[in-house]
């Protein structure tokens, strides 16, 4: 089973970028597909955006799109999520997550079954 490390969070103002990274290890990093889940307080764990084996795919939940992009680099084992014009309500722990998956579309969010040990990001206001 691929083993999954965040990195990257912290305190930003409103409007502000940051970058996450999640190196990976344990198994061959391209035959996953990756994910960015985020929880903020009271409220359940939802999908950010996921990238398939390639990087040739990508997939953002609504609220993101046009701000967040994910990406890979299958050289280096690790996924990015790159995050501009940050907003309040996208403070959370943000977890990366994988699924093993046979082909280069995006997985089903429910197949994530792999997951990080998350990093908080903070925006203040």
């Known amino acids: 089973q691929v083993q999954l490390v965040e990195s990257g969070g912290g305190l930003v103002q409103v409007g502000g970028s940051l970058r996450l990274s999640c190196a990976a290890s344990?198994?061959?990093?391209?035959?996953?597909?990756m994910g960015w889940f985020r929880q903020a307080p009271g409220k359940e764990r939802e999908f950010v955006a996921a990238?398939?084996?390639?990087?040739?795919?990508?997939g953002y939940t609504d609220s993101v799109k046009g701000r967040f992009t994910i990406s890979r680099d299958n050289a280096k084992n690790t996924v990015y999520l790159q995050m501009n014009s940050l907003k309040p309500e996208d403070t959370a722990v943000y977890y990366c997550?994988?699924?093993?998956?046979?082909?280069?579309?995006?997985?089903?969010?429910?197949?994530?079954?792999?997951w990080g040990q998350g990093t908080q990001v903070t925006v203040s206001s």
């Open positions: 997550a994988a699924t093993f998956y046979y082909n280069d579309y995006l997985p089903a969010t429910a197949e994530f079954r792999t």
């Open positions: 990238v398939s084996r390639s990087g040739g795919r990508a």
């Open positions: 344990g198994r061959i990093f391209s035959n996953y597909a």
